[in-house]
């Protein structure tokens, strides 16, 4: 008898990011003043996205930077990489962290510019039109986010580098209209940059604001549709570990005390345990 074949491996829609943890991903990879940017992507996320979308040689994109992580890890890929950062200091930190990677053996190359991500076209090269094979990146949550915390014995936790900065320009810093109409406008741009068939990676998760919950991934699909972008996958990266057939929580600080505030009041909450990565497409 003739053995059944295999049956197909299918790409898993649950992306595991967390296996080990954020300060672990990063740790030799980075500089360790990464940490104090208060919305670091996960490194494992950019990973995922860029050796699923992309192949050795290709040309990535963040429009919205950070700290490099994007481009840190397709040029440890092989990729090319491009970052666009509005605020001088992550720009600055972007650049050191992609010299550090070239130090260490990464073998693409990135370049990082200083400016405003709804300008893009005339940010970048315009050399770069036409052939960015994929967009990793994700939206501002708001202004004041997680960022870091500290034990005082017996004075409770100082709390620092909780904010991306005071500038009032600042996607972070607009209302929530506003932060749509300027996301639609970035991924106009990113379009214009996009090979013919290109791909665009967004992490994004719901959140609460005045205790009503705001379904930013849904509002991100529509600012991709305004943008003439397809929608073609939704994947979810867990973020808690994989241990067999059980969850281990990897929830931080902050996570914890908006919860228990919440009970507190009366209220359910949840601790947040997944990011929506939402995949689009540019039309060929």
């Known amino acids: 008898m003739t053995a059944n074949p295999a049956p197909p491996t299918l790409p898993l829609s649950v992306w595991p990011v967390a296996q080990r943890t954020a300060r672990g991903q990063r740790a030799g990879r980075y500089l360790e003043i990464s940490g104090n940017h208060p919305a670091k992507m996960l490194p494992a996320i950019a990973q995922r996205a860029i050796t699923t979308y992309t192949q050795p040689g290709d040309i990535t994109l963040d429009p919205m930077c950070g700290i490099g992580t994007t481009l840190v890890e397709a040029i440890y890929l092989g990729r090319d990489a491009v970052g666009v950062e509005y605020e001088q200091p992550w720009a600055d930190l972007a650049r050191a962290n992609v010299e ?25 090269d315009p050399a770069l039109q036409g052939l960015v094979a994929l967009v990793v990146t994700s939206p501002p949550y708001g202004a004041s986010l997680h960022g870091q915390v500290r034990a005082r014995p017996g004075q409770g936790v100082a709390k620092s580098h909780e904010r991306y900065s005071r500038d009032p320009e600042n996607l972070a810093h607009q209302s929530f209209d506003n932060l749509l109409g300027g996301f639609t406008t970035i991924l106009r741009g990113c379009k214009t940059m996009l090979r013919p068939g290109g791909f665009v990676v967004v992490t994004a998760r719901p959140w609460r604001r005045a205790g009503e ?28 570990g994989l241990r067999g057939d059980s969850l281990v929580p ?4 902050f996570q914890l005390e908006h919860v228990r505030k919440a009970r507190a009041a009366g209220t359910l909450h949840l601790a947040i345990a997944h990011e929506d990565i939402l995949v689009l497409r540019n039309p060929i």
């Open 100 to 124: 550090l990677a070239r130090s260490k053996g990464a073998t693409g190359h990135a370049e990082v510019f200083t400016g405003d991500a709804r300008y893009l076209e005339t940010t970048v």
């Open 213 to 240: 919950l705001v379904d930013l991934p849904a509002a991100v699909l529509a600012c991709a549709e305004d943008a003439g972008l397809i929608a073609y996958e939704a994947n979810v990266a867990l973020l808690t």
């Open 250 to 253: 990897s929830v931080s600080f």
